[in-house]
């Protein structure tokens, strides 16, 4: 069983010491990856590279400034690699590296379940 599984009554106090020490791993790799958003950001980029106008425009309602703050961070983060283009005038381009890539098939299924999900997670709102 997973430290994050619910466990049952067996253990109890063994297995929640493990899930504290899990979760102190976890927390910061996830305050990485889980803001509002990295995830759309990269599935963006996922298909292919893009331009910076591009994949703004492709998140509808992203700010200049929070597009370009998310983008250092993800860069920062091993996440997206950041290349300058040889063009006039001078034109950059971002790309997921295999790391952020590996996040591909959990980000859809993210995706996959919010789609799903959408109606009754806006029926229960209060």
């Not at 492709?58 to 300058?84: M, N, P, Q, S, Y």
């Amino acid at each position: 069983m997973s430290s994050l599984d619910i466990p049952d009554d067996t253990d109890l106090d063994q297995l929640s010491e493990r899930a504290r020490q899990d979760m102190a791993q976890v927390r910061p790799v996830l305050e990485k990856i889980a803001d509002k958003w990295t995830i759309m950001i990269l599935t963006v980029l996922c298909p292919r590279p893009s331009r910076f106008n591009e994949i703004k425009r492709r998140l509808d309602g992203i700010t200049h400034k929070a597009l370009a703050d998310a983008l250092k961070r993800l860069e920062r983060h091993g996440l997206v690699t950041r290349t300058v283009l040889p063009t006039a005038p001078i034109g950059v381009e971002y790309a997921i590296t295999p790391l952020g890539h590996s996040l591909r098939e959990p980000f859809e299924a993210l995706c996959a379940w919010a789609l799903a999900h959408a109606d009754e997670m806006r029926r229960t709102e209060r």
